[in-house]
């Protein structure tokens, strides 16, 4: 076994099991102090109190379990030590602002404000950003930097909003995201990049440990605060991703990265795109909740929580398989794979939509 294979092993333990023995002792402390979400808007689906502040210990397992096992020999890597500092800067800044609103609730404006610092910090001052679209769309040039800087920024606030819109269904987002981080953590240890390996596996082991608690029936809810830190960890991992060399993987397929990393993040893009545009026919706000989430058709359908979940988990990973097969059995341009792999997770999208459900 490998030093960074090993390294990647422990980081994924560790936060595992941080959030495994911690979680308990937080569902008591949130009953005891009443940080619980109640079931009294139409909108919820849960019928109890349930606590509300599990990112709390997400945040915790991450952070702890990163900075112990981060390996700094790697440091010759691109802004390995830079990405780390600032990551840390961004998700204590997130976890704040999360937890605030878990408890007491944010005012909109101060949330965004708070994602437009971030959002700095991230493609200005830690230079994470997209160079190059690799091909789509037929673009192979090198961005300028201010289009770089929007581009990045604009995906990072979309995956961010994306995370959090997709939190409404007892194991929803924690698995979700734990087949996201899993996918950004190998494509990354396949490539020899341990660090970002580290961070996807370290947030898929904090992510699998909150599952515990989480997939239905839920016990605790990830709130805000875990929602914002998943997020922001995911979006440094696409964007990282994007602009990732990928000689290692060659032997296999020459993946083209942008279609790949829109695969890997398909049901959050593709659930948001859809819920957005609902929004705007209708003249409201895209942040305003609602029952329009492929999640809700399900549930509509019949299905419980537990089969809607893993549905949406099978529907993510056919489509990420899809996409691999495409860019390694079909020889096409990147515009042409992106294509065929929209058309897959849309027409996958649209089934449950097709379906009456029993009521009708």
Known sequence: MTPGLTIIILGFLTSFFVVLMSIPSLIKVAKLKHLVDEPSEERKL????????GG???FGAIVFSYALWFPEEYDHLPHMLTNFK???AVLILLFF???????IGTAPMKKLIAHMIVGFILV???????????????STQEMEVWQSYLLSLFVYIVIVNAINLIDGLDGLAGGIGFIIASSFGTLFLINGNVPLALLGFVLSGALLGFLVFNFSPARIFMGDSGSLTIGAIISVLAINAIDLPTPQMSEWFNPNAPVLVM???VYPLIDTLRVFTIRAFKGVSPFT???????HRFIALGLNHRQTVLWLYLYNIIV???????QVYIEVDPTIQFILTLVVAGFLATIPFIIKPKSA
Request: hydrophobic share 55%; with cysteine.
């Open 46 to 53: 849960h019928s109890r109190s349930i606590p509300t502040i």
């Open 56 to 58: 709390i210990v997400i």
């Open 86 to 88: 600032h990551l840390i």
């Open 97 to 103: 602002v999360g937890v605030k609103d878990d408890i």
């Open 124 to 138: 200005v001052l830690a230079d994470i950003r997209i160079t190059s679209m690799h091909g789509l769309f037929g």
């Open 263 to 265: 695969a890997i993040l």
């Open 289 to 295: 909740a609602d029952k329009n989430h492929i999640h």
């Open 320 to 326: 990420i398989v899809c996409a691999v097969a495409i």
